[in-house]
């Protein structure tokens, strides 16, 4: 009988430490019974991983992670299901050229610091697979010896409002969740705490997102405790949208996150699989 299904995870294709065979042969060992690759901004380790799932005989499904803009918080959206082939693909490959402009910038603000780095360093030390990100960067920063740890890199430069942090290219929410749509994909919100809302802020949101096409919230994740579980719940019933879950694995860039944690059940990847039947018809 299948329990778990994780539907949140990262690889080195994006910045995420593990690359998705090993990422497939860890969800085994743990065993977590289907999975969703949801690299940010980027399918490009989708095939490996299901070619890997199908030999050991887990289940898989096309996932992402695009970031909206958004404030107080981040607003990141799950896409789930889609066609890897759909618009999404080449949508994506034009903004990760776009995001690539704000690396140069965070070298120049790091070097006027003290801590000059290149983008070929980066990638040789962190061995990126694709595109290249402030984890990237901070792991290298670590290896360099200009912070004691990755965590410190954050906090200290990297973080949002920082003095090396560079605002990303992001589009509305509104442009994620039809990109989403238009594949055959449906659109769920990411660990909805980092968002920073609360009470009715947070209510008048989903209900805007929600009438914007949302299909679900994002309930088990290890940013949130029970009770925030339970509240997120009690929205997505409201506003009539799946639940999902999943560990938001990054490997060593998360050290304190185990894939499979929080033992998201199998039925959310049911519910989700019957969302999907519905938003292909609609395409």
Known sequence: MKTVADLHMHTNHSDGTLNPTELARLAKDQGVDAVALTDHDTVTGIGELVEETNRLGLEAIAGVELSAKFSPGTLHILGYGFDVKGPIREKLIEFQKARAERNPVIFERLKAMGMPLTLEEV???????????????????????????????????LTKGGPAYVPKAAWSAQDC????????????????????LQGMNLREKIKELAEMGLDGLEVIHPDHNAGEQKGFTRLAEEFDLLTTGGSDFHGDHKPG???????????????????????????
Do not use: C, W
């Open 177 to 196: 969740i039809d990109l989403i749509h238009e594949s055959g994909g449906v659109a769920v919100i990411a660990h909805p705490i980092q968002m920073k």
């Open 257 to 283: 996150i185990q894939l499979g944690q929080g033992r998201p059940p199998y039925v959310f990847l049911e519910k989700l699989r019957e969302r999907i039947k519905q938003r292909r018809k609609a395409v």
């Open 123 to 157: 990638k040789e030390i962190s061995q990126a697979k694709n595109q290249v990100g402030r984890p990237h960067i901070a792991k290298a920063m670590e290896a360099k010896g200009y912070v004691k740890t990755y965590a410190e890199a954050f906090d200290k430069y």
